[in-house]
C-alpha cells in the first residue's frame, strides 16, 4: 500500500536507543533529508557517536556506516543526544527502538519503562509514537500506551500511537530499512495512516495489520520459526554425520526442491533476537494453556549444540583436556558481525576452559573485551593444539594453513575444528591437520 508522501525536509524524527536497529535506522532518515536526533542513556555511546565513531558493520550501497555518520553530523541533519528534552521539544516523531533483554528466561522491561517515560515527559498534541522494538505480544496497547498517557494526552485521540516491526539483519540494516517489507499497526486507523507515512520516507512496501497485537505476534513468530529451522537442520546435520555423508551437500540438493528451504548448521544460534524469541511468547501461552512443545524442543536443541561443539574438539585433540590450547576464531553471533550478543561462542569457549583447555581467541570485528580475547592471529594459534572457527570475519587467515603448522604446538597432530562449513576435508588433511566439522 502506498501511503501519503510526506516532504523529508519537514520530517523531524526523534529516535531513543541509537544500537544496532536505532542507529541505521536514524541515519536511514537523515539520507532522505530527514532531520534526526538520536537519543541514547549511554553517555559513552553518544560522546562516541558525535565524534563519527562506531563499531558497526553496515554499509549504505557501498558506502561504510562511519562515513555516513560523518556526512549526516556534518551537514546537520543528525546528531545524538543524551539529553532527551531537546528532541521532544524539536520534534513530532518520536520512534522506539530500546530492546526488552531476557536474562535467564525473565524480561527485563526497564528499557521500554524508562524510554516511554521520558516520551510521556515531553510528548504534545498531535505527535507521534512510533514503537519499532521486540515486544512481548499484547505490550504496546497493555504497557506502553498507559504510561504514555500518564502525560494526561490519550492515545489515539490527543497523540498517534503505533507499532511496527524491525525485520533487519545486522549488516544489511540500510538495505532492509528501505526493502524489506514492513508490516504496521496502529492504535487506530489514523494512528496506522501516520506511521505508514513516516515509514514510506524510507520503506518500499508496507502491509498494514489490523491490530497491533497482529504484527507484534508475527515479528516473534518469524523469530521463533528460524529458531526451530535451525534446530531441525542442526538434527539432521547429526543424522548425515552419522551416515557418513555431508550434509551441506544434502541441503544443496534438498533446496533444488521448490517448497524446501533448509537453513544451515551451525555452533548454535545467538544474537539479540532468535535466542530469546520464545520467552517472548511463553508467558501469555502459559496463561492460554498453549504448550508449544516444539518450539520448546527447538530451543533445547539449539542450546545443546554449544556443548556438542565442545565434544567435536576434546574428542579430537592430540593432549589431554587440562594440557591443550584451542584458537578460536571469530566470536560474533553471526558471519561479518561485530554483535557478540547471546553469541554461541562465548557459551562454547565457558564450556572449553570448564573442561580445563586454554583458549585464546581472536575476532578483529568484535570490540568487547574478554581475558581469553587476543589481537591476533598468531598470538590465538601459537602453541594451541586445535583451531575452532565459530564465525567467518573479514581480516582472519581461515586458511593460512603455513602459519597454523609454524605456530602451532607440536605435540601430536594438529586439529581443526570447521562449525562453517569453510574448508574442505581433503584440503585440511593434506595441509596435516585432523579435520572434524559440524
Ligand atoms: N539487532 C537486530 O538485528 C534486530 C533486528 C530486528 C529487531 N531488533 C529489535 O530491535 C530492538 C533494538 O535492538 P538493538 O539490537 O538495536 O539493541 P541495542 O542494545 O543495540 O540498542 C538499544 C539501545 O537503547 C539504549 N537505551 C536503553 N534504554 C534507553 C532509554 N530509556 N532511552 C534511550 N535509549 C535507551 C541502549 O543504551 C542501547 O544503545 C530490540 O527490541 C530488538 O529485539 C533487533
Redesign the pocket.
Known sequence: MTAKQLNPAEVKIAI???????LPLALSYALRGCTVVG????RN?IDQLNRGITHHLEKYRETPIQEVLAEQLDNGRFKATAN?QEALDQCNNFIM????PVIDGRHDFS?ID??AR?IASGIKKSDLVLV???MVPGMTRSYVKPILEESGLRAGDDFYLAYSS?????GKAFDEFENMPALISGINDSSREKAAQLMGVVTKELHMASSMEVVESAKVMENISRDVNIAMVNEFARFCEGLGIDIFEVIKLANTHKRVKLLTPGPGVG???IPNALHYLTPKADDLGVPLKLLRTARRINEDIPAFVVSLVSKNLPVPAKKAKVAVLGIAMKDYSS?DRLSPALEIIKLLEMSGMKVAAFDPAVPSKYTYKVDSLEDAVSDAHAVLVLAKQNGIGYTNFKLFRNLMSKAGQPVIVDTKNLYSRTEVEEQGFVFAAI
Not at 531513543?16 to 536505532?22: C, E, M, P, Y
Request: charged share 20%; net charge negative.
Open positions: 531513543f536507543g541509537l544500537g544496532f536497529v536505532g537519543v541514547d542513556v549511554d555511546l532527551p527502538t530500546v530492546g526488552i528499557h524508562s524510554c521520558t519499532r522494538s521486540t524491525e525485520r533487519i539483519a545486522e544474537g539479540y533476537c554483535d
